[in-house]
């Protein structure tokens, strides 16, 4: 008795589960928005944090907290708190919930890798984490800051996520960047020295971080067109080489 068409056009695959389980340790995580150089160094942070965190990653453990609870927790904090205090000109009440937001920022990953459950979904919530902070201190100030440089304050953010996002796919092609200058924590600090000190000089940072961003993406985006006709080149040769076969 002859089997079905689709049977004989699609054969079942069957893989065992002891294949199934190496290929699933093989798969790495590549989500990150370091430059080249940084890698290294971002990685030695990440050994340094897990063993000033260790006995509250073992905590959380125990208490079932899973890393993505914390970093929800962190969105939250951030979302909620800081406009709100802002806003109200709170700004010591604002800036420590900023700080809990950092520090919060900074456990999840401990409590992934002892948990060991890091993962890209992971990773890219803790990256959109990290924008959001950045977006709400920069649109609180918009709002609510009394500035009158607020375009510049548009176009910084505007240009962090662009400049966030060809990083992350100039990783997943293996074309980073050499260097990423991370303007997010300068921002932050001279932001706190204009609010609690009276310390303004974020025009200036504005004017040079716009400029070095603007530029970067630039030659990111040619980058991107540069990786992205390799890929296909590529697909078309594997194509081309299973069809002659």
């Not at 260097?179 to 303004?200: A, G």
């Amino acid at each position: 008795m002859n089997q079905p068409v689709e049977q004989q056009r699609w054969p079942k695959l069957e893989v065992s589960r002891k294949e199934a389980k190496k290929k699933t340790r093989a798969i790495k995580i590549f989500i990150y928005y370091f430059g080249a150089k940084e890698k290294e160094s971002a990685d030695a942070l990440a050994s340094v944090r897990d063993r000033l965190f260790q006995r509250f990653a073992n905590w959380a453990i125990r208490l079932n907290i899973s890393p993505k609870h914390v970093t929800l927790l962190s969105f939250l904090i951030q979302l909620i708190l800081f406009p709100l205090f802002f806003a109200f000109e709170s700004y010591n009440y604002a800036f420590l919930v900023l700080l809990v937001h950092i520090l919060l920022d900074s456990f999840d990953g401990p409590v992934a890798r002892i948990r060991k459950v890091e993962s890209n979904s992971g990773a890219l919530a803790d990256i959109l984490n990290d924008t959001t902070g950045l977006v709400i201190v920069g649109l609180s100030m918009i709002f609510f800051g009394d500035i009158s440089y607020t375009g510049w304050v548009a176009a910084y953010l505007v240009l962090h996520l662009y400049h966030t996002a060809f990083s992350i796919v100039l990783n997943f092609y293996q074309h980073p960047f050499a260097y990423v200058f991370p303007t997010k924590f300068l921002f932050f600090i001279l932001v706190l020295f204009k609010y609690l000190l009276n310390f303004d000089i974020l025009p200036i940072f504005f004017m040079v971080s716009i400029t070095y961003m603007a530029i970067s993406c630039i030659f990111g985006m040619l980058r991107i067109f540069d990786a992205l006709d390799t890929s296909d080149a590529l697909i078309k040769t594997s194509i081309s080489d299973e069809e002659d076969a």
